[in-house]
């Protein structure tokens, strides 16, 4: 397990005694872990790593992905993902901006085991709002990587930067999909990955090339940097594509994908200064700007285009679960889990948890039948006017149960 303060601890799965517990970050006063480690065998070399990603970019940090020796900790490699001098993408960074240049690991990775490939998806550059002390696309911020790990160290096999030069905060939050899915009459290996401002895209999983692009979300001012004075955009940074992400459906062909519509007021500082703990942005958060509401996308692979929406007066966080048997299941922020038939958009089910739902449902089998377990509790950081204020405050853990055939 990781810890926010910068741990990278190993427990006994019988007992719960704790085996070793280490500091795996360089900074503890500006880096910590928000994704849990991915335990990887590599048959090749019949050696077992811990994969673990640092969050730090919002503090003057830079990324990184590690690998670790599950028997004792210690570190066995570690790829950074702002290039250094005399590497490949170093002059996207002007001066010396690139050794804050953030590019966090905020969430986990997908491994493909066949070809040796870890995706990533990276997170903004640093300082987030103040672009005019970084100039360039700042590689490889609001990027997804592809490593290959098959040797004693990784090594990049392509990058796809989806906003060069991001002013915004609009990271690809979400985890990547692998999926095997048709484009025209093709039937190829993708990689999908959604950003905060609303756009979902599908790339060649060998290639990193773009096979197409889906603007899921309500966009304004997307290319208007923020100033000193303040100025709109959207979606806001709890707006389009969030860390939930969502689901490929091979009957239907069909990614599904929840998106946000928020907007915001932003503003950037004159200048930034790094101080050791503290957040270093080049400005403020952006100042909320309703009406807040979401929708639940079926895109189609082959076209890029909707094959339904549907379209809630909340924000919809709760990502997306499709099944077997033909419902995509998503949760929004008023509390509601949902289900609807993945071929036409019907709504067939609602539930009213009494919380507010920002996680994404998962399913399980337990004696032969099938359970859909969704959490809910307080909103937290992503509380709206919108929201209802009866909802209990109370974290609950809410299971159902599919009917036989269903």
């Known amino acids: 397990m990781a810890t926010l303060d910068g741990h990278l601890i190993a427990l006994n799965a019988e007992t719960g005694k704790k085996v070793w517990d280490k500091v795996t970050v360089d900074d503890t006063a500006n880096s910590f872990y928000t994704m849990a480690p991915v335990l990887y065998h590599d048959p090749e070399t019949n050696q077992d790593m811990l994969f673990l990603g640092v969050s730090n970019g919002d503090w003057g940090g830079i990324g990184n992905m590690s690998a670790y020796d599950p028997k004792d900790g210690h570190l066995i490699w570690r790829w950074e993902t702002v290039p250094g001098p005399e590497e490949p993408g170093h002059e996207s960074w002007s001066g010396d901006s690139w050794k804050r240049g953030g590019a966090s690991t905020w969430g986990g990775v997908t491994i493909d085991t066949a070809t040796h ?3 990533l998806d990276l997170g ?7 672009g005019t002390v970084r100039e360039g696309d700042n590689l490889y911020s609001d990027s997804m990587v592809a490593l290959d790990i098959s040797g004693k160290q990784p090594k990049l096999k392509w990058y796809h930067q989806f906003i060069p030069h991001d002013t ?3 990271d690809p939050a979400m985890q990547p999909v692998l999926f095997t899915g048709k484009v025209g009459n093709d039937t190829r290996k993708l990689v999908a990955a959604g950003d905060k401002a609303g756009n979902f895209w599908i790339l060649d999983a ?3 090339q773009l ?3 889906t603007v899921a979300a309500f966009q304004k001012g997307v290319h208007t940097p ?5 100025n709109i955009a959207c979606p806001n940074t709890l707006g389009g594509i969030e860390y939930q992400g969502g689901a490929f459906d091979p009957a239907t062909n069909a990614f599904y994908i929840p998106s946000q519509n928020e907007c915001g007021r932003w503003t950037a500082s004159k200048d930034v200064m790094y101080i050791a703990g503290q957040f270093y942005t080049g400005g403020a958060f952006p100042k909320l700007i309703g009406p807040d509401t979401g929708q639940l996308n079926a895109i189609n692979v082959s076209t890029g285009i909707f094959d339904w929406r549907h379209h809630f007066k909340l924000p919809n966080y709760g990502g997306a679960l499709v099944t077997s048997s033909g419902l995509v299941f998503s949760g929004n922020l008023g509390g509601k889990e949902n289900a609807f038939n993945a071929k036409t958009g019907q709504e067939l089910w609602s539930y009213d948890t009494g919380g507010y739902i920002q996680a994404p ?3 399980y089998e337990a004696n032969g039948k099938e359970f859909i377990v969704v959490a809910s509790g307080p909103a937290g950081n992503a509380a709206i006017p919108e929201l209802p204020d009866s909802k209990g405050p109370k974290p609950i853990i809410n299971v159902f149960a599919l009917k036989s055939g269903s």
Do not use: K
Not at 124 to 130: E, H, I, K, S
Not at 226 to 230: D, I
């Open 117 to 119: 490939t870890m995706y």
């Open 124 to 130: 903004n550059p640093g300082p987030d709002f103040l």
């Open 168 to 170: 915004h905060d609009w």
């Open 206 to 208: 060998a290639t990193g």
């Open 211 to 213: 096979v197409d692009h």
């Open 226 to 230: 923020p100033s000193v004075e303040g």
């Open 361 to 363: 449902s998962e399913a």
